[in-house]
Each structure stands twice: as structure tokens, then as C-alpha cells.
């Protein structure tokens, strides 16, 4: 079990320093004319401009969006980003993003999906494409249901221009799902991480890869951005990610305990507390489901 205890000093190196400091401050920096909210009639979504031409659309508790989502207006299209999209959310950020401009949405960038899921990011309009990672593609790809749009997928990265604002898609690989996508508008000091972060929530970790997740964390915090829009909350910064970060070391150090011990998963269910978590959002509602997953992926890893 050395490398078990190893892993845990590893993980707490890694995540128990912030990169932050508690009166850091941030200058702005403009690009293009000044934003402007806009009322539009949907349900899904608050929409909250972060920079000019880029907007945060966060979803509203009790509504059909599950996790947030982010448009970039550019000099002649649209990018737009989300996960967990069925037809009606599609529908409300489509109508949200006409309230601000008459250019058209050229390219969707799906952050992730989790696999089995035929009813959500299967009904986006024609007309576009669709950029996701070859491992969310292949996920997509395997389901009942075929994709009817164009879609792109790639790699490790991809760079959109669109005039003065850049789009720079980075491929995590393993976190969330096993095919996570970060998106970082560099001109704005912007990322939207989607569900590879939450605020004050224990998140949903059903489809999660816990080390490689930890490690993505850790970049998203050194990245240092100004604002970094969660998959849920408000819109946030680096300290926050250390927050759920050290949140998230908690909760794997007390199961890595429990496998260290030797209980079963039933019995890690059973007996299993973190006290200080107890407010998050979530925490009755997902932190069996979230223990299943953890149990099984850090058990398939560390109990050789």
C-alpha cells in the first residue's frame, strides 16, 4: 500500500497551496466595445455579459439546463459552448444569443458527454459545425442515436480566430468524462471549464476519472485566469477552483482510507462522512453516487 499513501502525499502536494494571493487584483482589459446585458425570453438561462462579445449563460435552478454554458460573438459568427444539451436548452441559448447579434452561430463546441445519453447534444440546428474531442466524439458516435450534424473533432487542441477575440480549445483528456474539453478566450483572461468545476457544490462524478480529474483542477487553478465560468455557480476565479479542489482531495483521501482498510463498497456507503462538506449542494442527492464512482476507479488503481 505504499503507493497508495504515495498517491495521497502527491495529490495534497499538488492541490494544498493556492496560486493566488488574498489581495491580488486584476487589471481589466477591453476588446471591442463595451458589453451590454440584454433581455431575452428564455428559461434556461441568466445571461451575464464578462467581456465584450463574450457572455456567460448560467443556468437557472429548476430550469431545463443542467450546466452552464458560454457564447463568444466574432467578427462575423458566433461560438458557442455547452454540455448536456437537449433541443429546448439549445433553443433558449440560441435565443438568448439572437438578442445580441444577427450573426449566425458557425461552430458548437461540445465540452463533453457522458455516454448513454441519446437525448442531450444530439439536436443541434444544421447549419454548423460541432467541435468536440475525438474521445467525445467516439462517445457520441457509439450511441443508438446518430449525429446528423457536421461535426469536427480533434486531438489535443484548436485555435478559433474570430477577428479580435481568440477561441483556444484544449483537450484534457480524462476528468469529467474521459474526453473534457477547457475552452480559454486569451484576450479576456476568460475559461470555461464546464463540469470539470463547480461552486459550493460536491459536483456529479458518475462518469469521472478521480487522479486525472485532480491533475486537470490543478491546471485549470495555474492557469490564473481572471474569470472562469463553472459547469455550476456563478461565474468564479482561481481561488474558487482551489476551493473545489481541496474539497475534492478531501473526499478521495477518506475513500482512499476506506480502501486502504479494505471495506467493501457497501461498506464505505455505510460509514462514510465528510462533516465540513455537509452545506454543499448535492451532498444528499449525489455523494452516493459520486462515492460509487471514486470507489471503483481509485479500487481498479490502488488495491493491486
Do not use: C
Amino acid at each position: 500500500m505504499l503507493r497508495l499513501f504515495t498517491t495521497i502525499l502527491i495529490l495534497s502536494y499538488t492541490l494544498t497551496t493556492p496560486v493566488f494571493s488574498a489581495d491580488e487584483s486584476v487589471a481589466e482589459k477591453s476588446v471591442g466595445p463595451p458589453a451590454v446585458a440584454v433581455v431575452s425570453v428564455q428559461d434556461s438561462f441568466l445571461i451575464e455579459p464578462l467581456a465584450p462579445n463574450v457572455f456567460a449563460a448560467i443556468a437557472k435552478a429548476g430550469s431545463k439546463a443542467t450546466t452552464n454554458a458560454l457564447f463568444v460573438i466574432g467578427k462575423d459568427s458566433v461560438v458557442a459552448a455547452g454540455a448536456h444539451m437537449t433541443k429546448t436548452v439549445i433553443d433558449d441559448l440560441y435565443a438568448a444569443i439572437v438578442a445580441r447579434t444577427d450573426k449566425p452561430v458557425k461552430h458548437f463546441v461540445l465540452m463533453h458527454h457522458h455516454a448513454g445519453y441519446t437525448y442531450v447534444d444530439f439536436d443541434f440546428p444544421p447549419g454548423q459545425d460541432v467541435l468536440l474531442s475525438w474521445q467525445t466524439w467516439k462517445n457520441i458516435d457509439a450511441e443508438i442515436r446518430k449525429p446528423e450534424y457536421s461535426s469536427l473533432f480533434f486531438n489535443e487542441g484548436l485555435t478559433l480566430k474570430l477577428g479580435e477575440l481568440s477561441v483556444v480549445l484544449t483537450n484534457i483528456g480524462k476528468g469529467h468524462t474521459n474526453g473534457d474539453l477547457v475552452l480559454y478566450i486569451p484576450e479576456a483572461g476568460i475559461v470555461f471549464a464546464s463540469d470539470l468545476f463547480y461552486i459550493d457544490s460536491v459536483g456529479y462524478m458518475g462518469s469521472g476519472y478521480m487522479t486525472d480529474w485532480l491533475l486537470a483542477l490543478d491546471f485549470l487553478e495555474q492557469m490564473g485566469a481572471e474569470q472562469i465560468v463553472p459547469g455550476y455557480g456563478p461565474v468564479s476565479n482561481s481561488r474558487e477552483v482551489y476551493e473545489f479542489s481541496r474539497y475534492f482531495r478531501d473526499f478521495l483521501t477518506e475513500v482512499l482510507q476506506h480502501i486502504e482498510h479494505g471495506d467493501t463498497l457497501e461498506q464505505l456507503l455505510a460509514h462514510f462522512d465528510l462533516p465540513e462538506y455537509h452545506n454543499l449542494d448535492g451532498y444528499d442527492q449525489l455523494i452516493k453516487l459520486n462515492l460509487k464512482r471514486a470507489y471503483e476507479d481509485l479500487n481498479n488503481n490502488f488495491s493491486r
